[in-house]
């Protein structure tokens, strides 16, 4: 049963289905089902926007089969009138709008978090759990506004058509987002990822994008909109994607005290060169850089004596709000084992903690502390 709803669409789901995708045979896949995989790090810089082939999949249950001729979107409670929206009057009768956004799980780079110490039962995401595409579809607010919103609503909240089982009970997938936040242009139910309809493990037919937002509250699947004074009571809303301190754990953790996921952190990744690897003593250092709520990434910081001193990186790609920043250096280094660290500012100068232990958390959300690799420079 869904929290507060009794006519969500059920979608039928088979884990025998066969899902069409186009991933790439390099696609590092962490668990197939549900599946949850992604690129490897070294491919993702390689193109500015990702190609859908490698772009990173964070499932919590089997692909739901939905119908597109039967297809209703529901929009409630705080709303003067309730809607039930086909997909032809979503495509054919709303505005469209595309918006470029870059789309990050909570949980990318997780695996460093876990080096430090165990997060069972969470996916052990590289830095790649996080893509940029160009999406189209409807902005919230014209719905919004076709619906008519209530004095005192303060939240929109998502349900997905998945069936997600925990506890022995059907919770589904949900979250919400400010009304606020809602109401800005750039937040789309898109139907299309790159000018081609979502593909079915991204969310076909209808999904949210909130951008400078966790991937979570991007809700695939998307059957129901409901308007309301509260956050969303669902369990990944309300449950999971808290962020707790590092003392906290499973046992200890009051549910209602943790801090809910909403916009995402400042954060900077060394795409290349590759942890281990050999390199020469002038050396191309490349990465990404993103930060949240539309703030854009104001400088990328590289050193290589463990962040005594620091040189800046040049902004190679990006000067957008939603989207992530490419950045490139050439370092002249001494030979011998080395670690190559980075860090970014963003645009209201907030920057990132200098080690994981500080803000390691058990369930491993929100890693971004400096970025270190370690390569063996040649004499
Ligand atoms: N219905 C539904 N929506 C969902 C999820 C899900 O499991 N079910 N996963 C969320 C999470 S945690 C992320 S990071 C993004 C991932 O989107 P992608 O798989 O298209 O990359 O989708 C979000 N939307
Ligand atoms: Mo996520």
């Not at 081609?196 to 699947?221: D, N, Q, T």
């Not at 499973?250 to 801090?259: P, Q, V």
């Not at 703030?295 to 190679?316: C, F, L, M, P, Y």
Request: hydrophobic share 40%.
């Amino acid at each position: 049963m869904f929290a507060h709803s009794e006519h969500v669409m059920r979608a039928h789901t088979c884990p025998c289905l066969v899902i069409p995708m186009s991933k790439s045979p390099q696609f590092i896949v962490h668990t197939s089902n549900p599946l949850n995989g992604e690129p490897p790090l070294a491919t993702l810089r390689g193109n500015f926007i990702t190609p859908r082939e490698l772009f990173y999949v964070r499932n919590h249950s089997p692909v739901p089969d939905i119908d597109p001729q039967t297809f209703r979107l529901i929009v409630n409670g705080m709303v003067e009138r309730e809607l039930e929206l086909s997909l032809d009057t979503l495509l054919n009768d709303l505005p469209k709008r595309t918006v470029m956004s870059t789309l990050q799980c909570a949980g990318n780079r997780r695996n460093q978090l876990i080096a430090y110490a165990p997060i069972p039962g969470e996916v052990a995401w590289g830095a790649g759990a996080i893509g940029n595409a160009f999406w189209s579809g409807v902005p919230l607010k014209e719905i919004l506004n076709v619906a008519g919103v209530k004095v005192g609503a303060q939240y929109v909240a998502f349900m997905g058509a998945d069936e997600v089982i925990r506890h022995d009970e059907n919770v589904g997938f949900g979250g919400s987002i400010p009304l606020d936040k809602a109401s800005s242009p750039e937040v789309l139910l898109a139907y299309e990822m790159d000018g081609k309809p979502l593909e079915p493990v991204h969310g076909f037919p209808l999904r949210v994008i909130a951008p400078g937002y966790i991937g979570a509250r991007s809700v695939k699947w998307l059957a129901q909109i409901t308007v309301q004074a509260f956050p969303s009571k669902n369990y990944f809303q309300a449950h999971a994607y808290q962020l707790f301190s590092p003392q906290t754990t499973a046992e200890t953790a009051d549910w209602n005290a943790g801090l809910q996921l909403g916009e995402l952190v400042v954060n900077c990744v060394i795409t290349s060169p590759r942890a281990g690897t050999q390199v020469s003593r002038d050396v191309q250092v490349e990465g990404y850089a993103i930060s949240g709520g539309g703030r854009k990434i104001a400088r990328v910081d590289v050193s290589s004596d463990g962040g005594e001193t620091w040189t800046t990186a040049n902004i190679t790609q990006g000067d957008q709000q939603w989207a992530w920043t490419f950045w490139q250096i050439r370092l002249q280094l001494k030979a011998g084992e080395t670690e190559i660290v980075t860090r970014a500012f963003d645009s209201a100068s907030n920057t990132q903690p200098e080690d994981v232990r500080h803000i390691w958390n058990f369930k491993g959300y929100m890693n971004n502390a400096w970025h270190r690799v370690n390569v063996n420079v040649k004499q």
